[in-house]
Nanobody, 124 residues
Framework: QVQLVESGGGLVQAGGSLRLSCVAS????????MGWFRQAPGKEREFVAA????????HYADSVKGRFTISRDNGKNTVYLQMNSLKPEDTAVYYC?????????????????WGKGTLVTVSS
């Protein structure tokens, strides 16, 4: 069992930046692709970004490409999401996820663990 705990959410003005962190309770570097999802009020949960085990391969949703960067520090069992040029439509609860391959995580077809989420609010 792996527990994922997100942090770093908050209120930020449009155009600002935030960095989210997700700490895993167990070693994830050799086992899991890590990803971020988000769910806005009244909408379904959607994929944001994923990173492979080594950290050398990443994948992003088109809506965040060029603005968000996912990274991981395997020594700290932590994955990050740097969010720049934030827009009001980025407002959502952001969830950390651990799963199989990048395609499987991106489509949600294999996510083994979820965090409880951290709220990001972007004001206009």
């Amino acid at each position: 069992q792996v527990q994922l705990v997100e942090s770093g959410g908050g209120l930020v003005q449009a155009g600002g930046s935030l960095r989210l962190s997700c700490v895993a309770s167990a070693r994830t570097s050799s086992t899991y692709v890590m990803g971020w999802f988000r769910q806005a009020p009244g909408k379904e949960r959607e994929f944001v970004a994923a990173i492979n085990r080594s950290g050398y391969s990443t994948h992003y949703a088109d809506s965040v490409k060029g603005r968000f960067t996912i990274s991981r520090d395997n020594g700290k069992n932590t994955v990050y999401l740097q969010m720049n040029s934030l827009k009001p439509e980025d407002t959502a609860v952001y969830y950390c996820a651990a799963g199989g391959t990048i395609p499987a995580v991106a489509t949600g077809s294999r996510v083994d663990y979820w965090g409880k989420g951290t709220l990001v609010t972007v004001s206009s």
